[in-house]
């Protein structure tokens, strides 16, 4: 069962502007959520997170909301740029169990 | 400034051979998994394990077996590899407790079962 949903599995955004990932979950017991993002043929690496107790996260480009009663986290980047172009990947985080979703490819066109 | 390292970085095997994949951190992490990845499904945790002596299964862990002899290392054992494993493996640590979230991963090792 896919407990950590990224529905959209790809998404292009022009440079400059807001790239919105979307990320849904069904388990009310993740109190801990990640954003991971990967190049090819790298491991993913730490982007930003958010705990359960907040709503909202930010760094710099990048913003993590976090909606508990739907069950659904977003990440923003404003604004975005072409080195951005990689795989996202969301992430919760129950005891010692990470789930994850499939991904979304970010293409950031020039 | 080394991380996580896994090797090998790509494998071809055989239905029925047997392998070790090698993963090592330098960051005294306490907790150490394995991850499959494959197309349309993101990351799935195979094993895992909180510390030196002390392993527990993921989603995913039917066909590996794993130890954790000292706390930099923890190996993933196929013991009769099958086409169904092929995949890209990752290895991951983070600290223990509830400062430990962020998980670290290493380069992955690309294995194809023929």
């Known amino acids: 069962d896919q407990q950590v949903k990224q529905n959209s599995p790809s998404l292009s955004v022009q440079e400059g502007r807001i790239s919105i990932l979307n990320c849904d979950y069904t388990?009310?017991?993740?109190?801990?959520f990640l954003w991971y993002k990967k190049y090819p043929a790298e491991g993913p690496t730490f982007l930003i997170s958010?705990?359960?107790?907040?709503d909202k996260n930010e760094d710099g480009r990048f913003t993590v909301f976090l909606n508990k009663s739907a069950k659904h986290l977003s990440l923003h980047i404003v604004p975005s740029q072409p080195g951005d172009s990689a795989v996202y990947f969301c992430?919760?985080?129950?005891?010692?169990?990470?789930?994850f979703g499939a991904g979304t490819r970010l293409t950031v066109k020039p | 400034n080394a991380g996580v390292t896994q090797t090998p970085k790509f494998q071809v095997l055989k239905t029925g051979q047997s392998m070790t994949l090698q993963c090592a951190q330098d960051?005294?992490?306490?907790?150490m998994s394995w991850y499959r990845q494959d197309p349309g499904m993101g990351l799935r945790l195979i094993h895992y394990?909180?510390?030196?002596?002390?392993?527990d299964q993921g989603e995913v862990p039917n066909g590996y077996n794993v130890s954790r002899s000292t706390t930099e290392d923890f190996p993933l054992r196929l013991l009769s590899a099958a086409p169904s494993q092929t995949s890209v493996y990752f290895c991951a640590s983070r600290r223990s407790g509830t400062g430990g979230n962020i998980q670290y991963f290493g380069a992955g090792t690309r294995l194809s079962v023929l």
């Open positions: 394990s909180v510390g030196a002596g002390i392993t």
């Open positions: 388990n009310s017991m993740f109190d801990y």
């Open positions: 960051m005294n992490h306490e907790y």
């Open positions: 992430a919760a985080r129950a005891n010692n169990d990470m789930r």
């Open positions: 958010i705990s359960s107790i907040k």
